[in-house]
Each structure stands twice: as structure tokens, then as C-alpha cells.
């Protein structure tokens, strides 16, 4: 079984989760899915993040997705769980189930409550003990958590907690907090840094030594090509190809409506059957749908150019 | 099976939830904290609130919880769950499954994303419409959950939907809330208002036209005679009485430490066995233990007194 | 002498203040940041804004920098003056001694605890009460204030106060906000809609209705050409110029190092002299700074290959 | 000049600013309000704090309460002053102002952006270096400011800065900060450490090692009699009086509403000519104003008991 460790790298797509319109999961869209996002070149996924709607499943509705997902996938990339929750009961017993169905390892967000350096220090302490040697994902994500962790509180996380392989950078966009983690001294092992807001600075990202992505958007083509060409010592045509993607990627990040673009876009390319969220969700008008078509028009023309 | 109604009076007493030392909840305990309350004169209970740890217990132990809870209450009082969650699925999961356990009612709080007046409004239309004729309790407590419900959205959603039967009244402390919400005119039904806030403010509550107490303190006897006395145009005497417990009372409700001081009290009362908090929870340290022993004896100094 | 109408329409440019390295203001490029702006396209100025570090003046500066900006403007475009502070003595004084400089209108912000959609309006009608017959924007930017204004509570806002003249829209990006207030029998008067976001989503704004936008961006030009293409008929092209300046503007809009951002690229282009920011506040590490000079030489060849 | 230095106790009481009912500062009430306090046993002042209605004065008037304040007080008890602002030119030229005046020094409280605890101390290391030799009061009060300051924070200020002097102790109620700092070993000086929150916790406050308050309350008797109770190794006697003054310090206590109960009992008491808060701000029911009266006419028949 596959086990994420300190060396991954290349794209962690974020998976979503496809429902019906009447909100039944939508189990063969999981699996077209995952074959799209295997296709598209990712190197790993991740399930039950923030964008897939975890929080709205039941504790029976996240296993099974996560088996399903586990299932097709195969062990031909690793698969992350997110396993954020309030207590440490429900993310004993959520890294225990996802774990035993065969997930290479866990991600945890840090409750919002966290302020002081030692209150999250503290916080990861004790999820590390309580998961054991399980590996896991930090979550550096203030935009939606509320809690900012500064470089020096990460540095102090890793090098406490050997279970810690893993940073999905997500600060806004906090390039700083790469170039210091990637200092000599810094750390006492290497990680994996990668990176997330929907890979609006993925470019500049990889610059700074960041290891790959670890994030969605309806093309996750963009984040392998990008991640591709700067493996290849081509960062410009990287960002040619990057900027050729950055209009909708920009549109797909608007915090409140981010989540309907992105599984309408899905939709429209045939990944998934239904653009449908969970209730409570937002729903796209009509007008947002035309938008997005036009930037999906505009981007293909913009991609024949550079080809 | 007993129904909550618009008429629900006297004081549901937030239940805590007893742990062992090692974390395992202590059903033991469970049982002689129900015959405690409701020797006190509890009129019904309310468990898994916030102050019942209800986040840090996976779904079958809220079901145990529950479920010996009910048992031990055998329809002597109404009890109320609290079932908010981050998502529809797990709210309507949790209420099916506490009322087919025979629960009176559930009670819903705002997710913290709330702001305007409309997203409050759908949320709680959203909800009824979810949980069908299920009677809930509309918690409205900003310094928890930072939404903020003008008396008007308060007033729209009681007219609106029927189910709406109690306001879980725990703004701080809101007292023309109360003023409003009694208003001729203002509401198409009669609702209950049941306070929280540890009954900081109950005898101007009881003065307002509050039907008595939803929350907890160690001493519940403390709300049990405010509404009481109150009750039989004693208010002056019911006044003596709430001072004699306001100086424990106010330390209780010291943010970030209240839960473990009341924990704490109730373990040296004899009615829970251990004074544990589930993890992440603040301990207690030795200064405070002697700090409520004061208050204790102290209070039980001035009781006497009194009588 | 100028006063803001709603029929403001364009490009108005929220304009920094820039300092001397030791954290004087400096003068003279304020008077060469004028020129900047004007020779750019701006149809209007707006200064002492939250990106105008205008929190950070004494009064007796952001007199002086409002003097000086008014002199060199002469007239030529409104200039508009944020005037947001916690008391209305503050919001009083402000916008006497600006108007009386000959602004064309003042800019205010909701304070962040405003909450329910009846403190917000109550709020801007005692504004409005305040400042008589002063036209005032209207901001609506929740990232930074924290207030979530609904599209009805603007509604009511704008149809209640006449001398509310101007929604600065800024809301992420809220497209069907601009829809909502554009639609027949909402507004009982027509206003000016001037997106902000440093630019990031002007042409979905435009497509919707806006009148143009009240922000900033080192590349004024990038607006000015959006808006003037969308006057014409010509959003294709418009949209095309629009995804030259994209990577730069979305560097650009990184939250807590944006203005530390516009302000190094002004200084690269001779705009400004130095791209000091007043205490407290970030600086721009060498490797961000070499990101931005990277970003104006991509700029700047695909903007040639598109002319 | 007085100064102020590490060794201040007794109690600061926080000043209210009296206000005409149009609005203007009425300054007899000052020198009256100014009269009682010491008369009351204030071992000093402090104005334009948070409660002083700071932030709705104009720079001018907030130069002449400071000034009439000072002139009465005639240099019998140290006076601090608040001058918190956004930006260091605003601190820098209230500080200037207020010290020239006589001021025997300032209070600073965290903006509420701050966040990690590096970001703590390099504000107050910012602030420290810009006001120069000037004694400074360093306010931790994050139900206020948003911000929580570690113990550990906290320490690293008071050591690597000589003019912090004093601690406005009013985390909620963070007993456990007292005690850690006043360990043996923590500190490299001694500091003064004086408690907030309307003095609601005061006694333990003072068991914990306060060296007396810094608050409001309209009853400042109750914070001299405590402290002075403590002083002379009567506790017990000093917690009956606190008890009695509890009731009524509760409901002042009141978030939104604390302020407009204060100025109404200061009025009532005689002290303040009119209960006026200036715009925006609160107004007191009919129904508050019969309840605080109840509150003082019970506190009196209590007070009257214990004598």
C-alpha cells in the first residue's frame, strides 16, 4: 500500500464530490472522474478536503466515497484524506476508517479557534500522537481557517513531529514562508511542499522550491503542464501555458462561488453528470454559466495559438 | 412521547457529558446527573449543545449518549438535542436519529459563515424544510458563533415556520430582544424563550417575559428558584437567592475555562465521577480548583444565611 | 468646482501616497502621480483609501496630501476622499475640511462590527444625516471591512439617501450584485457602479453593468483600455488586452504585500520616487521584487505581440 | 511630572468622556467626574481608552480632555492616555501631544490584524522604538481587539522593552497569566500588573498577584475597597463588599451595552451632568434605566447590611 512521504511531489488533485441533482452521491461520475484526474497527469488525489463538500457527508456517505474513489484509483497514485474535524474522537475515527480502506495518508486543518504559536504547536502535538505513525498533511490555509501560522511555527511542527511529511502551502500566497522552509538549517528533513489557491500562483510557486500543487480547478492539465516544464528547466513555455489558463482559473477562485464554477466546468467538459452542490450551496445563475463558457471558448483559442 | 412546544417553561438544563479519565464517557455518571437535574427541578434537559462536548464525539457515541440519557429520563421531562452541523446531511441524520430515540425536539445554531439577514433566514427555512415537523429550538448566541440576529430575522423565522417553537435566547444578554420578541404584534404564535448564558442575567430575563433557562451552571438549582420565585411574584426574594450564586456563577462563565470549572464542580458535588474533558479541553489548574472550593463555601456561607 | 454625480463613469484611480524613504511624504510624486494618472485615461481620482495608507497619516498630512493632489488636479476630474473613521466627530471634520479643499465627494466604509442589515443602513443613514448634502460612495468591500453587505441592503441605502451617488463594488467580485442593482424597478434613481479588486474581474463587470472602476493597479492603462474597449463594442479585444496585464494584476492583488507590489512597480516605471511604505508594513523581499520585474518584461512582450 | 513606572497600583480608574446631549465634550462634567475619582481613592487615571469613547473624538478635542483632565488632576495621581491608532504618525503624534501635556504615559492595545506571536512583538517593539523613553501600559484584551497574546508573548515584550511598565491585564479573566508572570524567573523586572474588565474578577485577580485595577466602573468604590481589603490582609471582608457591588458590575459588564449603563449610573450618582454616548453609540431603554436603578437601590440596602 502506498504511503505519502516526504519526497511527493507533481499534482494532488482536490477531488471533488460529485452528487445527483437530488443530492445521492454520484458514484460513477467518482469514477470518471478519477480516471480523468489520472489521466490529466496527477500524482496523487486528495479526497474530503474543504472543497469537496467533506463537511456535508455523513460519516457513512465519507467512507464510501473514499472507497470508491480508493477502489479505482488502485494504488497507482497515493490518495490523501481530509480528516479535519472538532474533536479528536472524530479524526481518530476518521483517520482509522480512511487509513484500514487504504488512503496513503491524512491532511488536518487547524480548528479555528487557534491563535498563539503555542496553541497550534500544541494542536499538532497531539493529533500526531493520536494518529499514530499515520503520515500527515499540514494544512496552511488562513483564508479559510482563520489561523495564521507563521514560517517559524511550521519549521517547529516538521522538526517536533516526524508523522508531519507534508505542507499544503496555502497562505496568500505566502512565497516567503517557501523560501524559508527550503533555507538550509531550517528544517531537520525534508518535505514536501504543495501548493494551493487553485494554482493562481503556482509560476512563482515552483520558483521558490515548492515541490508541485495540491489543489483544484476544472483543468488540472494546468497545474501538471506547469509543474512539468519547470521540471524540464522550461519555465517559460510554463507560464506561456499558464498565463493561456489564468483567466478562468482567476474566475474559479472567487471565494463563495469557486466550488459551482469549478463542478460546472467539470460538467461542461463530461467529467461528471450533474454541476449539482450540496445544500447549503451556492447555485451559479445563468449568467455566471455564460461567463464561464465564453473563458472555456476563449482559453481553447488562446492554447491553439501556443501549440 | 412528550413533543417540545411554544409552551416549554422553568429550566432545561444543559447537560454535560461525563468522561472517564482515559476519555471512554462515563454512563454510570450519565445516569445520577439525570436524576440530579432533574431532582433540582429540571423541567427538560438539552444534551450535545456546546457545552456538552457534542463536537469532540464520533456519531455512535452521540447515539449512546443520547440514547441512555432518554432512557434514564423515561419521558419524566422533554429532552432536546442539539444537532447543528457543518452540513444538511449530517443535521437531518443526527434528527432522524434522535428522535426516533424519542428526543422532544432539536435545537439549531448558525454555521459562523452567516452574515446578512436573508442568508440567516434561508439557513433556517432551509432546515425546517429539511426536518419536517420536527420541533426546534433556534439558538441565537453571537459570542459562540459570530452571527448576529437582529430581533426582526429572529421574528421572521419564528413567523415563518411553524416547527420554530423555542428561542434559545443567549445574546449577550439582549435583554430587548425579549422586550421586542413579547411585543403585541410582533409574532403570529407564541413562542418559549428559555435563556442561556449560565444565568448571568435570568432574574432581568424572568422581568423581560422570558419563560426561564436553557443553559447550564453547576448549581441549577440556582436557575430552578429564580424562576421559581418568579413565578410566585416572589422576585425580590428570588433576587436575594440568584445573588448568593452570582459570585460562582460569574466565575463559571470565564470563556476558554468555563466548562472544566463547572465539570470540576460537579465532580465535588458527588454527581459526575470525574471532572475529564475530552481533547483539545482546558485543564484546571490547582489555583483554580482552590478558587472554586472558596466560591463554594463561600456560597453555601451566604445560602445559609438567607434562610 | 466638481462634484460626484451618478453618472461617474471610467476610471478612478485610487491613488497610493507615496513617502520618502525616511517616511516624509513626498510631494513631488504626488504631483507626478497625477500627471501619471490623468495622461493614463483616469476620468477621476480617489485618495486617502485603505490602499492610500491613509490610516497612517496624521490629519494635518492627509490635508496636505489632499491640498497638494487637488491643486495639481485642477479641476481637470473629480477627485473623491476617503473619510472612514470609527466616530462620527472623525467622519465630520474629514469631510468638512476636504470638501472645502474642493473634493468632489467623500468615501465611506462600514466599520466592522456592523452586522445585521438594519445596523448597516442605520449606519450610512446617520452619514448621511451627518455630512448633509455631501455625495458620498458607498464601499462595499467584506474582505477587508468584514461586513457582508446583501444586495437588498444596498438597494435600500441608495433609494433612501439621495446623496448616496456611488457603489465602489468590491464585494469578491459579487458579479450578481451589478445585476441585482441593475435590474428594472430595484433602484429608485440611477447610480454609478466603479468595481474595485485591483481590476481582477473587470470584464465580467463591465458585461454586467458596471460604469467602470475605483481601484488600483500599477497599470492604470489596463483599466482605462477595458472600459474604453467595452464603450466601443470591442470586448473581445478588450479581453484580450485584459489577459496581457492578468498575471501581473493577480500578483498584484496578493493580500498583505498587494500595495507593497503597486508601489514597486510605480517606482520601476519613474512614477513615484521610492516605494517606501509607512511603518507598520511589509516589505518586498528581493526575490519578490525580481517576480514583479519579471512579470512587466512578459507584460510588456505580449502586450507588443498583441499590438 | 509624575511618571508612570513598574511600580503602580491601586486603582487607574478608566475615565468616561462626558458629553452634552448635542454632542459636545462638556468639560464641568469632567472636572467633577475627575474630583470624584480621586475622592473615591483612584491612585490614578487613565483617559481615551476603549470605554473613553477615543476613537469618535477629533484630534483637537482629544487634546483638550487630556488637557482639562490634567489641569484638575494637578499632578495628584498619574493620568495615562490611550493612544492606539492604525498607524505609528497618528501614535507617535498623540504621544508627543499627550506627554507635553503632563501625561505620565501612554496605553497601547494590539491592532487586530496581528496575529502570530512574532507579529506581537515586533508591533510593540515598533512602538517601543518610535515613542522613545515614553512609559508605556501594554493592553492585552482580546474579547476587544481580536488578538491573543500568549503568556510567553507577553514575557518577551516586558523583557526586551524597559518602557513597558505595565500590564492592562484584561484577557478573560486570565488568572493563569498572572500567575505565570509573576513566577520566579519569568521576568527580568518586576511590572505593574492592573486588571480590566470591570473589575469583575478582581478578587482572584488579586490573590493571583494583580497590584490592583485598571477599569471602570461606576462604582470605583468597589475596586478601591477590594484592593485596599487585600492590601491590608483582609480578603474575606474585602470579598463580602465585592459581592454586594457584583449584581450591578455584571450588568455593566453588558457587551454594547456596557457604556451607556455606566454613563447612565455615573448620571444618576450625580457625577456626569447627562448620560449622552455620542454617535454611534447605544442608547439605554426605559426599561435598562429601571433595572440599573433596582440594581443600585438592592447594592445600597446590601452595602448598608455588611456595615
Avoid at 34 to 48: I, M, N
Avoid at 248 to 255: G, I, V
Wanted: aromatic residues 6%; glycine residues 10%.
Amino acid at each position: 500500500m502506498t504511503q505519502l512521504t516526504t519526497d511527493a511531489r507533481g499534482v494532488f488533485v482536490i477531488a471533488v464530490t460529485p452528487f445527483h441533482p437530488d443530492g445521492r452521491i454520484d458514484m460513477e461520475s467518482c469514477d470518471r472522474m478519477v480516471d480523468f484526474y489520472l489521466d490529466a497527469g496527477a500524482t496523487g488525489l486528495t479526497v474530503l478536503g474543504m472543497m469537496g463538500e467533506a463537511p456535508k457527508l455523513t460519516v457513512e456517505e465519507s467512507r464510501d466515497v473514499v472507497a470508491r474513489i480508493l477502489k479505482r484509483v488502485a494504488n497507482r497514485v497515493p490518495v490523501v484524506v481530509g480528516v479535519s474535524a472538532p474533536g479528536f474522537a472524530q479524526i481518530d475515527a476518521l483517520t482509522r476508517m480512511v487509513m484500514d480502506l487504504g488512503a496513503a495518508g491524512v491532511m488536518v486543518a487547524p480548528p479555528g479557534s487557534l491563535r498563539t504559536d503555542d496553541q497550534i504547536v500544541n494542536y499538532y502535538t497531539q493529533v500526531a500522537e493520536l494518529i499514530g505513525d499515520v503520515p500527515f498533511v499540514l494544512q496552511d490555509f488562513p483564508l479559510a481557517t482563520g489561523v495564521q501560522m507563521s514560517s517559524g511555527v511550521i519549521a517547529r511542527i516538521v522538526n517536533d513531529l516526524p508523522s508531519c511529511v507534508c505542507l499544503k502551502h496555502e497562505d496568500w500566497p505566502g512565497l516567503e514562508k517557501i523560501s524559508f522552509l527550503r533555507r538550509d538549517g531550517v528544517l531537520n528533513k525534508r518535505i514536501s511542499i504543495l501548493c494551493g489557491n487553485g494554482g493562481l500562483f503556482l509560476p512563482e510557486e515552483m520558483d521558490r522550491g515548492a515541490d508541485g500543487a495540491m489543489t483544484g480547478f476544472a483543468y488540472p492539465e494546468m497545474m501538471v503542464t506547469v509543474v512539468d516544464h519547470y521540471a524540464r528547466g522550461e519555465a517559460e513555455r510554463g507560464r506561456d501555458l499558464f498565463d493561456a489558463y489564468l483567466p478562468l482559473a482567476r474566475f474559479e477562485q472567487q471565494p463563495g462561488m469557486g466550488l459551482a464554477i469549478r463542478k460546472y466546468t467539470l460538467a461542461q467538459r463530461g467529467i461528471i453528470a450533474h454541476d449539482a452542490l450540496r445544500k447549503p450551496g451556492a447555485a451559479l445563475s445563468e449568467a455566471s454559466r455564460r461567463e464561464v463558457d465564453q473563458l472555456i471558448t476563449r482559453q481553447e483559442q488562446r492554447l491553439k495559438e501556443l501549440n
